[in-house]
């Protein structure tokens, strides 16, 4: 009896877990002279890092902030790019999530 239980108590934790996905964000890269990778961190400054660089998780909005930057950043060939990471999300009731529990 102590065996089926911890069975279960182990199948149910699984069970509601999260899976880890891949989920996209986006950031705008920039063409600067003195760093390969290069990305905007405000409209008007920029970083050599992408854990410095402003981040969007709607390419909308990534768009707007894009069309905002000064004439200083819109110099140096700003383009969207799309990155991911991973990230753990519940399962859903009405859809299955392929990928690792996390």
């Not at 990534?62 to 905002?68: Q, V």
């Not at 990230?87 to 999530?97: F, H, K, L, M």
Request: a neutral charge; glycine letters at 4%; proline letters at 6%.
């Amino acid at each position: 009896m102590r065996n089926l239980l911890l069975a279960l108590a182990l199948f149910t934790s699984a069970a509601q877990a999260g899976v880890l996905v891949n989920s996209p964000y986006w950031v705008v890269a920039l063409t600067c002279s003195n760093n390969q990778e290069c990305y905007a961190a405000s409209n008007g400054s920029y970083t050599g890092s992408l854990n410095g660089a402003r981040r969007f998780d709607d390419q909308t909005q990534a768009t707007k902030f894009l069309n905002s930057l000064t004439s200083s950043l819109r110099d140096k060939s700003p383009r969207l790019e799309q990155h991911t990471e991973p990230q753990c999300v519940e399962p859903s009731d009405n859809r299955s999530n392929p990928g690792r529990p996390c």
